[in-house]
């Protein structure tokens, strides 16, 4: 662990803004305690022990009470940042909290940026790299599955294989190493099917994890799910059955939706984003045929596609290329052919086309039968066991793809029976990869990106 470094004190409200029972202010950094105390009448704090709570008010220089308060502080290095830490707790009113804060930074505190916390956290060893980008995606989740997947990572879970992969690749790095000492000698590789089986269970170790991205990042960012077919399909009142408001307007009029409609609707703990579109057709009116295209755009983006055919109505050769043609297109993206007013007289189809499930969203027919095809969908093929590590974000992906390429072309330059020295350059390079995703290995950019993402106070 780093030696815990204690930089200029900062302050920031760390409740989000709004009127609420209370409101929590955190000060943290060098001389956070004193600092405070100058405006603290209550227990004098650079006396207090860590973990203790007080209760005083804050005061003005002169002698004008703000808010009476209750002070918890914490010593360095037992608090989150590994810094002395004070959190206020005071009234949660916009106003009163504002001007705790500003008389706060009336004692030469200096405002916090989004992240700085974290960011001191980290710094201090307090978490790794990966650890604090899960406090963000906690603080982000939108569903009980993403709130599951940030605590694993929190926890250490992914800085846990990372560390272990890390030490398999120290150890190959040895085992080449010593066959370079013996160089001169003209040495074998002693111990080559050894270093072997090594880097190959590492290979395979690393693409097992990286097999879970798939599912990580549905469960972390939701299944973009897109409702597409006709005008007056019946896809805006699907949308408004499964959100359960009427987002989406709903007229008999073919061609009612002209704009793509977002919704959140979550199930048994998975996140999906709908989308309803425009209802496909050729037309002259202009804002129509933008909404057509963007219907098109959402196509093109989605996790699931779920296209939507009026039962009532025959199925004409034009709808039925469309439907295979947008089921080509979606080679590698999930694709659910739903018939839809079950509830009124079915439309023979001579030819028969196979539906994956027949609903009626007025008589909520197969309502629940299709939320677990979509989710079952969705999720098909794909490892969707949430007590086990799921990768969430794209730089971890990055990282461990970057770390096995390295990975392979050491297997391969061992196979060609290349020396020692190509070796040690590819795993040397795959330690720095996987090194960047708990963060031994930085840059200032690579900080700035992360911790930028959070709110303030965080
Ligand atoms: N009988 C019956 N009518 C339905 C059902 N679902 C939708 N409708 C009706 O079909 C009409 C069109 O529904 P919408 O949900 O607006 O259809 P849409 O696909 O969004 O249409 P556009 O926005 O024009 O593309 C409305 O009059 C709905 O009440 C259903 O399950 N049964
Ligand atoms: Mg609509």
């Known amino acids: 662990m780093p030696e815990i470094i204690q930089k200029p004190s900062i302050a920031a409200i760390a409740t989000p803004v709004g009127e609420g029972g209370i409101a929590v202010i955190r000060i ?4 956070a305690i004193e600092k405070v105390t100058q405006c603290f009448r209550g227990k004098n704090l650079p006396e207090a022990d860590t973990h203790t709570v007080h209760f005083g008010k804050i005061v003005k220089k002169d002698g004008r009470v703000v808010d009476e308060v209750l002070a918890t502080v914490f010593r360095s290095p037992k608090s989150y940042t590994g810094e002395d830490t004070v959190e ?61 997947a940030a605590h694993q990572q929190l926890e250490g879970r992914l800085g846990e294989h990372i560390k272990t992969f890390r030490q398999q690749i120290i150890d190959a790095t040895a085992m080449v190493e010593l066959e370079l000492d013996f160089i001169e000698e003209d040495v074998e590789f002693a111990n080559k099917e050894q270093l072997r089986k090594l880097l190959s269970d590492l290979d395979e170790e690393i693409g097992r994890l990286l097999d879970t991205y798939e599912t990580g990042r549905l469960v972390k960012d ?6 597409i077919g006709k005008p007056n399909a019946g896809k805006s ?11 989406a307007i709903v007229t008999d009029i073919a061609g009612t939706t002209r704009d793509t409609i977002d919704a959140d609707w979550s199930y048994e703990g998975l996140l999906f984003k709908l989308i309803d579109t425009a209802g496909l057709r050729d037309t002259e009116d202009r804002i129509e045929a933008e909404g057509v295209k963007r219907s098109q755009k959402a196509f093109e983006q989605a996790d699931l596609v779920v296209y939507l055919k009026d039962l009532s109505l025959p199925m004409d050769s034009a709808e039925r290329e469309e439907i295979a043609g947008f089921q ?12 839809t007013k079950l509830d009124l007289e079915e439309k023979k189809d001579e030819e028969r086309l196979q539906y994956d499930l027949k609903i009626s969203a007025l008589e909520e027919k197969n309502i629940d039968e299709l939320k677990k095809l979509m989710k079952q969908r969705a999720l098909e093929n794909k490892d969707y066991d949430t007590s086990s590590l799921l990768v969430t974000s794209s730089r971890h992906r990055d990282g461990l793809q970057k770390a096995r390429e390295n990975v392979k072309r050491a297997i391969s330059a061992l196979d060609q029976g290349m020396t020692g020295d190509f070796l040690s350059v590819d795993l040397r390079a795959a330690l720095k990869e996987l090194g960047t995703i708990t963060g031994e290995i930085t840059t200032e950019d690579l900080l700035d990106s992360i911790f930028s993402r959070f709110c303030i106070g965080k």
């Open 237 to 247: 009142t699907l949308l408004n059955t499964l959100v359960g408001t009427e987002r």
């Open 222 to 227: 939701g299944v973009k799910t897109v409702f």
């Open 88 to 148: 206020i707790s005071c009234h949660g009113g916009v106003l009163v909290t504002q001007a705790v804060l500003e008389t706060l930074l009336e004692q030469g505190i200096r405002a916090a940026e989004p992240g700085e916390f974290t960011q001191r956290a980290f710094l201090n060893g307090k978490l790794d790299l990966d650890q604090a980008e899960a406090v963000a995606d906690l603080i982000h989740a939108k569903s009980i599955k993403a709130v599951d």
């Open 328 to 339: 080509k297109r979606a080679a590698n993206t999930p694709f659910l052919l739903i018939g």
């Open 28 to 31: 943290s950094g060098e001389g």
